[in-house]
C-alpha cells in the first residue's frame, strides 16, 4: 500500500568523491548567502507573474463547482422546461407568452422554494418544475385581472422571530387578507394564501443566461404592465381600484423558523445533486 509520509526531518546532502576539493553547488549557494562581503550588490530575482483565477476563468459568471449542484443549470433543463410549458398552455388557452423566469418562492412560513414563472396577456403562472425527472409537478394559475397590489422592499420579521433572512424581494397579491382563515395562516403546507413572494435565484450568477432569467426587476419590468393591461381589458366587475405598486418592506410573519432553518440551510426547496449515499 503506497503512504504518503512527512518529509521534515530530510536535509540536503552534497554529493563528494574521495580527493575532490571543489565545493558542492550547494555548499557554494550557503557560503554565498552567509558572506555579505563578498557579493556587495544584491540579487535581482525575476519573479514569474502569478496566473489569476480570472486568467483561468474569464467568464464573471462561471462558478463551474457551485452551478453544477443545481439542476437547473444541467445543460438543456431550462429548455427543456420552457417547451413543455410552452406546448401545455398551447394546448389548454392557447394565451400569448411574454416572459419565461426562474426564480426562489418563500412562502408564508419562510421556506425557499424553486418556482418557474411566465407571464401571459392574461395569467400568471407559478410552476413547480422537477429539473430531475424533467417534469411540470404542479401548476398555479392566477388571473392577471384579480392582482391588486404588488409590493416591493427588504425582508422584515418579527422581532422575536429566529430566523430571519436578508435581503429584496417582490410581493404579490390576488386576494383578500381579511378572508384568509386561521387554519391557513399558521399551516406550512397550505394553498390557499392569498399572495406569493418571490426573490432572485442563487444561480443568477452562473451565466448571462440565468442573469437574464433570475433578475427581479426583469420580472417586474413585464409583470407589472401585463397586469394593467388586463385590468383594461377584464370585462369582471373586478375591484375597480386598478393596480398599486408600492415600495415598502415585506414582512415574513415566522417565529421559531426551525422548519425553514433546516429546510433552507441544506436547500430542500432545490433540485440539487445531494451527492452519493452508500453503505
Known sequence: MATIRSFEGFQPVSLKQEGDDQPSETDQLSTEEGDPVKDPEPRQISRQPSVTESTLYPNPYHQPFVSRK?????????????????????KTSGETIQGFWLLTEIDHWNNEKERILLVTDKTLL?????????????????????????????????????????????????????????????????????????????????????????????????LVPAIQNAHKNSTGSGRGKGLMVLTEPILIETYTGLMSFIGNRNKLGYSLARGSIGF
Open 70 to 90: 443545481y439542476f437547473a443549470t444541467r445543460p438543456g433543463a431550462i429548455g427543456t422546461a420552457m417547451e413543455d410549458l410552452k406546448g401545455h398552455i398551447a
Open 126 to 222: 407559478i410552476c413547480k418544475y422537477d429539473f430531475i425527472m424533467l417534469s411540470c409537478v404542479q401548476l398555479q394559475r392566477i388571473p392577471l385581472s384579480s392582482v391588486y397590489r404588488i409590493c416591493l422592499g427588504k425582508f422584515v420579521f418579527p422581532g422575536m422571530s429566529l430566523d430571519k433572512r436578508q435581503g429584496e424581494g417582490l410581493r404579490i397579491y390576488w386576494g383578500s387578507l381579511e378572508q384568509q382563515s386561521l387554519f391557513s395562516r399558521w399551516n406550512p403546507w397550505s394553498t390557499e394564501v392569498p399572495y406569493a413572494t418571490f426573490t432572485e435565484h442563487p444561480m443568477k450568477q452562473t451565466s448571462e443566461k440565468f442573469l437574464e432569467i433570475c433578475k427581479l426587476s426583469g420580472f417586474t419590468s413585464k
